[in-house]
């Protein structure tokens, strides 16, 4: 049974930075794909960023390139988000998710797509 825990949520002012860690155990984390998705309050959970099982290839939604970096350690079991100048419609609860079936040298973007998830972490941006 995988398990991810995210951490390093928080309330931080507008232009501020925030790193979302997600630890997984329990599975075969160095050959999955990972992939973070945000949630607001009545919504649907929407994809926000994914990586490769070797970080060789990630993915973005627009309105986080070139503010987010996701990366990975495969030796720490860990998945990161770094968000940089966030934004007040950036708050929403943070879920990392996994692929652990299907090609592990693509990315994904698709919530259907993830076989595992965290229970999230909420993230508030206040302006």
């Known amino acids: 049974q995988v398990q991810l825990v995210e951490s390093g949520g928080g309330l931080v002012q507008a232009g501020g930075s925030l790193r979302l860690s997600c630890a997984a155990s329990?599975?075969?984390?160095?050959?999955?794909?990972m992939g973070w998705f945000r949630q607001y309050p009545g919504k649907e959970r929407e994809f926000v960023a994914a990586i490769n099982w070797s970080g060789s290839n990630t993915d973005y939604t627009d309105s986080v390139k070139g503010r987010f970096t996701i990366s990975r350690d495969n030796a720490k079991n860990t998945v990161y988000l770094q968000m940089n100048s966030l934004k007040p419609e950036d708050t929403a609860v943070y879920y990392c998710a996994a692929v652990h079936r299907g090609s592990h040298y693509y990315t994904y973007s698709h919530t259907a797509e993830y076989d595992s998830w965290g229970q999230g972490t909420q993230v508030t941006v206040s302006s």
């Open positions: 329990g599975g075969t984390f160095s050959t999955d794909a």
